[in-house]
């Protein structure tokens, strides 16, 4: 078993002090998030060729890193727990679970995620028969709790919800960072840019620079994403984003063919950024438009704040 980095403590319940090595290596990279309920449904269809890493980006709740510990220690499948003192943000927190995975494959989930029932024999099935170096499965969003997550819902339909074909017909830019299998070897070579902070985009600078470096492709066997967050919040995050979208058309010119980046780029051409992000965030604010205008207006802001930090 690998050794937990300096700075982290490892929890690993009996199964996971096994000596063979698991096929598969589920990373779940957490902060705030409570993961135990995926936890529960990938240990109910798991089998010995699989193992799960949590991986809790520094503590700030001692009771729900308490709960997790135990969770992990009685898990009926090898479960191992790596709590961070301090915060290092989504691409470290994922390239530390894949230097202390085990399996010759590694699939990165998000904690707010829910597996469908035959979920992780599915994958093994696909990946025994993919000659490629990595497979995204697709995700669907989760039912929204209540109103003010259904403007998120719809955003999601709208932009991520493609089946495999459609998918592979997009290519790379098609695909996140959750539910995606990657070979361990591989991700070696390629990890996540850690110099992209905060959130957004570092998956799609991972999936392009992945791609140059070996073969992407598409897999139908979609988890449920939750993790819907309300237009405020949408707006917030959206807004510190802009750095990153900056860093990625910096690094990768192609990427401004695709329509954001191209509505972005034009924004910023015609200097009409600010009133991108004023109207965009006006109509996703309205509560009497349908969720779909509403979600419309949610890209048109992103855009804009996208615009906002281009050179």
Known sequence: MN???????????T??????????SVLIPTYRDDPRSLLAALAHDASHEVEVLIYEDGAPDADLSEALRAAVLYAPIPARLLTAKDNLGRSAARNRLGAAARGDWLL????????????????????????????????????PRDRSEAVHAALARMSDVHSAVERNETGPVAVC????AVRSAFFS???????FTGWGWEDVDWA???????????????????????????????????????????RHPHYAIQPGARLALALKRWR??????AA????????????????????LFRAGAAAGDLP
């Open 280 to 299: 965009g965030a006006l109509a996703a604010r309205l509560p009497v438009l349908p969720a779909n205008m509403r979600a419309l207006g949610l890209k």
């Open 208 to 250: 392009l620079r992945a791609a140059e470096a070996g073969r992407i492709v598409h897999a139908d066997n979609p988890a449920g994403h939750g993790g819907l967050e309300t237009v405020e919040r949408l707006i917030t995050k959206f807004a510190a984003a802009g750095p990153n979208f900056a860093r990625l058309i910096e």
């Open 108 to 143: 990165f989930l998000d904690a707010d995620m829910q597996a469908p029932e035959r979920f992780l024999p599915r994958w093994l099935e696909i990946l025994a028969r993919s000659g490629a170096d990595a497979v995204f499965g697709g995700y669907v969003p989760c039912a």
């Open 177 to 180: 960072s959750s539910n995606l």
């Open 272 to 277: 009409l950024a600010g009133l991108a992000r």
């Open 3 to 13: 050794a937990a980095a300096p700075g982290i403590r490892e929890t690993a319940n």
């Open 189 to 195: 070579r390629v990890p996540f840019d850690e110099a």
């Open 15 to 24: 199964a996971a002090r096994q000596d063979a090595a698991p096929v598969l």
